[in-house]
T-cell receptor, first 116, second 114 residues
């Protein structure tokens, strides 16, 4: 079965520090998709990125960057020069096709607190 | 363009009651998925609807059911509520595809069962 592990339950840093959120996944599929979502206190899951298993290029979007390493089954997320507005719970997710449906398997989430 | 909308935002019910939650997908999206998120955990897949048919169900009892309407909006019904059903219920919409489509989530409905 698919599994996503986010070993860091909570991280707290001071504003402007860089922070990396770890994500390790397990799958038997050769084709799969990985996602990161942000969940602020309001509760809505905000989509950040999707990466397919054939594309191991790192991606950068402003202060956000993602490091996908298939060899170690990891898809880590780094925030550079963190800001208070980055405080949220971050989820890594893996797609799985179940009975024709695309199902997302989520990790437990990492609660990130950026202190001023 | 409007995102995924859900109603109500909050709901309080007592054990044994029934509840209906509503979701409107992003315009043009035909697939709706429902997830349950218990406090402190990641969301868990309940089921997905596409073209008014259920395709795929997670490990949830038959007390959980849903339907999708011709305008692709969806309702989630939970019968015989248990205390353990207290959670944030998230709806996500996506474009139909072969499984790689991105799911966009609504703000959720917070259900408290007393």
């Amino acid at each position: 079965a698919q599994k996503v592990t986010q070993a860091q339950t909570e991280i707290s840093v001071v504003e402007k520090e860089d922070v990396t959120l770890d994500c390790v996944y397990e799958t038997r599929d050769t084709t799969y998709y990985l996602f990161w979502y942000k969940q602020p206190p309001s509760g809505e899951l905000v989509f950040l990125i999707r990466r397919n298993s054939f594309d191991e290029q790192n991606e950068i979007s402003g202060r956000y960057s993602w490091n996908f390493q298939k060899s170690t089954s990891s898809f880590n997320f780094t925030i550079t020069a963190s800001q208070v507005v980055d405080s949220a719970v971050y989820f890594c997710a893996l797609s799985e096709v179940l009975q024709g449906a695309q199902k997302l398997v989520f990790g437990q989430g990492t609660r990130l607190t950026i202190n001023p | 363009d409007a995102g995924v909308t859900q109603s109500p935002t909050h709901l309080i019910k007592t054990r044994g009651q029934q509840v209906t939650l509503r979701c409107s997908p992003i315009s043009g999206h035909k697939s709706v998925s429902w997830y349950q998120q218990v406090l402190g955990q990641g969301p868990q897949f309940i089921f997905q609807y596409y073209e008014k048919e259920e395709r795929g169900r997670g490990n949830f009892p038959d007390r959980f059911s849903a339907r999708q309407f011709p305008n692709y909006s969806s309702e989630l019904n939970v019968n015989a509520l248990l205390l353990g059903d207290s959670a944030l219920y998230l709806c996500a919409s996506s474009l139909p595809g072969t499984g790689e489509e991105t799911q966009y989530f609504g703000p959720g409905t917070r259900l408290l069962v007393l």
